[in-house]
T-cell receptor
Framework: EPEVTQTPSHQVTQMGQEVILRCVPI?????FYWYRQILGQKVEFLVS????????KSEIFDDQFSVERPDGSNFTLKIRSTKLEDSAMYFC?????????????FGPGTRLTVT | GIQVEQSPPDLILQEGANSTLRCNFS?????LQWFHQNPWGQLINLFY???GTKQNGRLSATTVATERYSLLYISSSQTTDSGVYFC???????????FGKGTRLHILP
């Protein structure tokens, strides 16, 4: 069964450093998302991406964040200058747009620890 | 925006027991999904169920869209069922999904 994959599974970085989280969505999917979950809290939406542009972003997704689909398979989230409060689990998700279902499929997550 | 409330927040059961988890939402939805977050933090898709009833092994789910709630049933619980169960909804096609705060389920051996 096709699945969303994410790398790395765990990333440790120092405050102020740039990080890039990588995702490979399911191959025939057209919509891509990033969510995050701070430890012990609920999962929050960050950004959605369709047709090579951001379709929606939350207030969390400020100028420190950016997304890119550099080729036909990868989808990346970049945090330019990490802060302690960016420590969280980051989930990538994708969905296929059709008239029958809009189910989102989630990757296993990248645990980001900012020290 | 749409509100998602899950109950109970915590549930402790003995292995073999049955459980019902509830998700209430404040507006009409096009998408409702149930997830299980395992102890490693992974989100496992359980059901895509904007309406109706589905079953998968010991798990089943029912969504009554007109009354704005969904129920997740777990029968004959096993210790591997432990974790957090999230309900997530969205109102529009191909839109972000809004998560509830989850129900933390702990199954005792």
């Amino acid at each position: 069964e096709p699945e969303v994959t994410q790398t790395p599974s765990h990333q440790v970085t120092q405050m102020g450093q740039e990080v890039i989280l990588r995702c490979v969505p399911i191959s025939n999917h057209l919509y891509f998302y990033w969510y995050r979950q701070i430890l012990g809290q609920k999962v929050e939406f960050l950004v959605s991406f369709y047709n090579n542009e951001i379709s929606e972003k939350s207030e969390i997704f400020d100028d420190q964040f950016s997304v890119e689909r550099p080729d036909g398979s990868n989808f990346t989230l970049k945090i330019r200058s990490t802060k302690l409060e960016d420590s969280a689990m980051y989930f990538c998700a994708s969905s296929v747009s059709d008239i029958w279902a809009y189910e989102q499929y989630f990757g296993p997550g990248t645990r980001l620890t900012v020290t | 925006g749409i509100q998602v409330e899950q109950s109970p927040p915590d549930l402790i059961l003995q292995e073999g027991a049955n459980s019902t988890l509830r998700c209430n939402f404040s507006d009409s939805v096009n998408n409702l999904q149930w997830f299980h977050q395992n102890p490693w933090g992974q989100l496992i898709n359980l059901f895509y169920i904007p309406s109706g009833t589905k079953q998968n092994g010991r798990l089943s789910a029912t969504t009554v869209a007109t009354e704005r709630y969904s129920l997740l049933y777990i029968s004959s619980s096993q210790t591997t069922d432990s974790g957090v169960y999230f309900c997530a909804v969205d109102m529009n096609r191909d839109d972000k999904i809004i998560f509830g705060k989850g129900t933390r389920l702990h199954i005792l051996p």
